[in-house]
């Protein structure tokens, strides 16, 4: 009987173990296969915001806190510190770089945006009217003397004239919001500050659309994929991509990793299908069949940073920019060979 009844308990506890096992394989990814990130030494610690290029050309700008702005001649593999004399004695944030060609914009807060035609050999400061609603947040080049400008309460701007006049393209601001994302077609996406709700706006609309977010979870992020689809990020590492162009008719939620708690804050394609993932405490997700299945690269795991923004200029270049100063590169050439 005692026999007996070891064997039954050895059962049960081979058993637990499992189960435990087949959970803990559902709940963490599997490691890719290949590690395309190099980590990037910069002369700061400060936290990282934007990074776009001249052109097609390895002649690029990365901005961040402090009124942090460097440039690197070789496509981000060296980065060297430069300074601005801004006027006052203000403590500056970038937030946004773009350029078209050689002509770039940034911009900042407090209430603040910079204009080259040179490629950044000289910057000048575009008078900003005190009746701005909010605080310049983004900027998109657009072409010749042509760029769009948000702000951090989501109005929207257009100038034509090289930044000397301004159309407001929306009537009434939407608030303060957590991130505005554009697509390449000139739409926008913005989540409220809580992470409540989001709100859309399309060229032509007079107001931003609001929307309810899509479950009890709080919105993180949101943005346009490449074929103009939305994608968004939730409290507690949840993913969900919109079915359609439809900005309420959603896929199914879904968490790449949930066993564990680690908050993800950007997503970003290189290519249609090629997604990426960051989050925190290094934390970095892959997915090669448009987030249909997922992987992790544990190679960064050991960066001791948040990332909060990833930044694909060409399916060969890309950046994840982080705090304190840590910046990863992507290197086309790894990729291929892993490839």
């Given at each position: 009987m005692n026999r007996l009844l070891l064997s039954f308990r050895r059962i049960l506890i081979l058993l637990a173990v499992l189960v435990l096992s087949t959970g803990c394989s559902r709940g963490y990814l599997p490691s890719t296969s290949f590690n395309p990130w190099q980590v990037v030494e910069l002369p700061t610690t400060a936290t990282l915001s934007d990074v776009a290029f001249v052109g097609n050309s390895p002649h690029g700008w990365l901005v961040g806190k402090s009124a942090t702005l460097l440039e690197t001649q070789d496509g981000g593999k060296t980065w060297e510190l430069r300074s601005l004399d801004l006027g006052d004695d203000l403590s500056y944030s970038f937030t946004s770089v773009s350029f078209a060609g050689e002509e770039g914009w940034i911009a900042g807060q407090p209430s603040i945006l910079l204009h080259t035609t040179d490629g950044g050999k000289s910057w000048l400061r575009v008078p900003l009217s005190a009746q701005l609603p909010g605080s310049p947040?983004?900027?998109?080049?657009?072409?010749?003397?042509t760029a769009e400008m948000t702000t951090d309460i989501g109005a929207i701007y257009q100038t034509k004239d090289g930044g000397r006049s301004w159309q407001a393209l929306v009537q009434e601001a939407v608030g303060v919001v957590r991130n505005i994302s554009r697509s390449d077609d000139g739409r926008y996406v913005a989540v409220?500050?809580?992470g409540n709700f989001y709100s859309t706006w399309e060229p032509g609309q007079d107001a931003w659309q609001p929307h309810n977010r899509t479950s009890s979870r709080r919105l993180q992020n949101m943005g346009f994929a490449k074929d103009g689809r939305l994608w968004l990020l939730a409290r507690g590492g949840l993913v969900q991509f919109s079915d359609s162009e439809d900005y309420e008719a959603w896929g199914e939620q879904v968490a790449p990793e949930f066993a564990t708690s680690w908050g993800l804050l950007d997503l970003a394609y290189r290519t249609p299908d090629e997604i990426w993932v960051a989050g925190g405490s290094g934390n970095l997700l892959y997915s090669g069949d448009g987030g249909q299945t997922w992987q992790k690269d544990r190679a960064v795991e050991d960066v001791p940073s948040n990332f909060y923004k990833i930044v694909f200029d060409s399916p060969e270049r890309g950046f994840i920019l982080g705090?304190?100063?840590?910046?990863?590169?992507?290197?086309a050439d790894a990729a291929a060979k892993a490839a």
């Amino acid at each position: 009987m005692n026999r007996l009844l070891l064997s039954f308990r050895r059962i049960l506890i081979l058993l637990a173990v499992l189960v435990l096992s087949t959970g803990c394989s559902r709940g963490y990814l599997p490691s890719t296969s290949f590690n395309p990130w190099q980590v990037v030494e910069l002369p700061t610690t400060a936290t990282l915001s934007d990074v776009a290029f001249v052109g097609n050309s390895p002649h690029g700008w990365l901005v961040g806190k402090s009124a942090t702005l460097l440039e690197t001649q070789d496509g981000g593999k060296t980065w060297e510190l430069r300074s601005l004399d801004l006027g006052d004695d203000l403590s500056y944030s970038f937030t946004s770089v773009s350029f078209a060609g050689e002509e770039g914009w940034i911009a900042g807060q407090p209430s603040i945006l910079l204009h080259t035609t040179d490629g950044g050999k000289s910057w000048l400061r575009v008078p900003l009217s005190a009746q701005l609603p909010g605080s310049p947040n983004t900027v998109k080049a657009l072409g010749p003397k042509t760029a769009e400008m948000t702000t951090d309460i989501g109005a929207i701007y257009q100038t034509k004239d090289g930044g000397r006049s301004w159309q407001a393209l929306v009537q009434e601001a939407v608030g303060v919001v957590r991130n505005i994302s554009r697509s390449d077609d000139g739409r926008y996406v913005a989540v409220s500050a809580r992470g409540n709700f989001y709100s859309t706006w399309e060229p032509g609309q007079d107001a931003w659309q609001p929307h309810n977010r899509t479950s009890s979870r709080r919105l993180q992020n949101m943005g346009f994929a490449k074929d103009g689809r939305l994608w968004l990020l939730a409290r507690g590492g949840l993913v969900q991509f919109s079915d359609s162009e439809d900005y309420e008719a959603w896929g199914e939620q879904v968490a790449p990793e949930f066993a564990t708690s680690w908050g993800l804050l950007d997503l970003a394609y290189r290519t249609p299908d090629e997604i990426w993932v960051a989050g925190g405490s290094g934390n970095l997700l892959y997915s090669g069949d448009g987030g249909q299945t997922w992987q992790k690269d544990r190679a960064v795991e050991d960066v001791p940073s948040n990332f909060y923004k990833i930044v694909f200029d060409s399916p060969e270049r890309g950046f994840i920019l982080g705090q304190e100063g840590n910046l990863l590169r992507y290197d086309a050439d790894a990729a291929a060979k892993a490839a």
